[in-house]
């Protein structure tokens, strides 16, 4: 069964860089879309960034030029690399991923796109 586990999350002040990792296993899809979502207290999820099997990435507005999403094939994980951190990034940030081989993927940055969750690793930025 497919697992994902998040970590690499805490506590930064404003400006400051966090790495999370997403560690995959349970299954072995030859194409595949994972990313990266959040969701703040009192709001609704939403795509961060994500990477499919072919290296092509997606990333919010809010994220550009701050985070990148990379992946390790031989260590299947997922990395999200967050830099010059803001408050407004303070959420909880969850792992997912979709087998995408046989019926493909619609928006990838929309979490109805994904079928597979992590339990999430709380990220807090303080200013």
């Known amino acids: 069964q497919v697992q994902l586990v998040e970590s690499g999350g805490g506590s930064v002040q404003s400006g400051g860089s966090l790495r999370l990792s997403c560690a995959a296993s349970?299954?072995?899809?030859?194409?595949?879309?994972m990313g990266w979502f959040r969701q703040a207290p009192g709001k609704e999820r939403e795509g961060v960034a994500t990477?499919?099997?072919?290296?092509?990435?997606n990333y919010a507005d809010s994220v550009k030029g701050r985070f990148t999403i990379s992946q390790d094939f031989t260590k299947n994980t997922l990395y999200l690399q967050m830099n010059s951190l803001k408050p407004e990034d303070t959420a909880m940030y969850y792992c997912?991923?979709?087998?995408?081989?046989?019926?493909?993927?619609?928006?990838?940055?929309?979490?109805?796109?994904?079928?597979?969750w992590g339990q999430g690793t709380q990220v807090t930025v303080s200013s």
């Open positions: 997912a991923v979709e087998p995408t081989e046989r019926y493909g993927l619609g928006d990838p940055l929309s979490l109805e796109s994904y079928t597979f």
């Open positions: 990477i499919d099997s072919d290296g092509r990435t």
């Open positions: 349970g299954y072995r899809y030859s194409s595949y879309s």
